[in-house]
């Protein structure tokens, strides 16, 4: 069953990216959020990392040289650290946020990646309008089997 929707999530980003022009996030972001759409807290602590890591992202942007290959890697690598400190101090400070965890630790990192080369907004949109019809495309799709 992951398997099924997480391909279909590529096809359907590959379809998006072709007939737009803008990422959802990234080609295999909608697959992984598909996968946890039961867990909307889950999606809301990624997208919140990937914006946190986007916001340092400036930040650094101003005293470092970061573009290209090296702003991608400094992204990856901020969402890394965030997601391996709010994975453990979060739920020291507050013990109801254990479901705010992230989607792994490369998801944030694509997801700040498009908020750097396309904007907040069109970013969010995107993954939402394909996470949507992904979400429609899979419950009709298992609703038959």
């Known amino acids: 069953m992951q398997f099924e929707l997480f391909f279909l999530g590529l096809l359907l980003s590959l379809l998006f990216i072709a007939v737009t022009g803008y990422y959802p996030g990234g ?21 919140i990392a990937g914006l946190a890591a986007y916001l340092i992202f400036l930040l650094a942007s101003r005293y470092l040289i970061l573009f290209g290959k090296r702003r991608f890697v400094f992204l990856i ?35 700040a990646n498009n908020f750097d080369r396309q904007g907040i907004v069109v970013t969010l949109s995107s993954m939402a309008i394909v996470l949507a019809v992904l979400l429609f495309i899979s419950k009709i799709y298992f609703y038959f089997i």
Request: glycine share 8%; proline share 9%; charged share 5%.
């Open 27 to 47: 080609i295999i972001v909608p697959g992984y959020l598909v996968l946890y759409a039961d867990q909307p807290l889950r999606i809301t602590g990624t997208i």
């Open 77 to 111: 690598l901020i969402s890394a650290v965030l997601s391996f400190s709010f994975s453990f101090l979060l739920p020291m400070i507050f013990p109801a946020s254990i479901e705010l965890r992230m989607i792994g630790w490369v998801i944030p990192g694509l997801i």
